[in-house]
């Protein structure tokens, strides 16, 4: 079975490794980037009638200022992202399975207008249609040092999982273009892909950036070198 190197931060490491072992994969956590806090305004709790968070790390990374905005409705992208928040205290949070667009359509069909979205420095678009959305970065993404054990772990056959452009870059600069012939590149999106550069011994995305989607090219690329 071949490895499965994991390149995205954590907690979503984590949840990509174990959905990667439900479906008998071996994988190897090595984040490339990892969260960091941010000093952050707290703008006037009456300003807003509903709270948006997109990622568990904006629950995580807020600290105790979050807590003014409990009494709003509070939406999330993703069920991680709506247990961050249950864990910093929260009893009631909608969560949707989507993307942030999804979510913000739901927010506008629920009667909000004016929605505090806390994030980080880098966020997918989001299409706000009627919503007057303002964002706020808790935390950003800081790029850890180049580690050696990454470099040892992507033995010949790997597979290498990139689920961001800043991920992708990275990775292309710190493997090697003579270690990259032996690596079986999969990235969430097109995007992502050309941000990796070339010599993968093959380079692949799902039709839909899905973290479940990547997951199933890796098996079937296991499957085929098995065979």
Not at 102 to 129: C, F, Q
Not at 211 to 223: I, P, Q, T, Y
Request: net charge neutral.
């Amino acid at each position: 079975m071949s490895r499965i190197l994991i390149l995205r931060p954590q907690p979503g490491a984590d949840r990509t490794a174990e959905r990667a072992r439900q479906l008998g994969l071996s994988p190897v956590v090595h984040p490339l980037f990892a969260p960091e806090t941010l000093d952050w305004p707290a703008p006037p709790v009456q300003d807003f009638d509903a709270l948006l968070l997109t990622s568990a790390n904006g629950a995580r990374c807020a600290g105790p200022a979050l807590k003014a905005y409990r009494g709003l409705p509070t939406y999330a992208v993703g069920q991680a992202t709506a247990d961050a928040l249950h864990a910093a205290g929260w009893d009631d949070v909608a969560a949707g399975d989507k993307d942030g667009s999804a979510i913000a359509a739901r927010i506008a069909r629920d009667g909000h207008r004016r929605v505090l979205h806390i994030a980080g420095t880098t966020v997918a678009l989001i299409e706000a249609g009627p919503l007057a959305i303002t964002r706020i970065a808790v935390y950003h993404m800081a790029a850890l040092p180049s580690d050696p054990a990454l470099i040892a772990a992507a033995m010949p056959g790997a597979i290498l999982l990139v689920h961001s452009p800043r991920a992708g870059e990275q990775l292309a600069a710190q493997m090697p273009q003579a270690r990259r012939g032996a690596l079986h590149l999969i990235a969430i999106s097109a995007n992502v892909l050309a941000a990796c550069g070339n010599g993968w011994a093959s380079a692949a995305c799902p039709l839909r950036p899905d973290d479940d989607e990547m997951l199933a090219l890796a098996r079937a690329l296991c499957e085929g070198q098995q065979q």
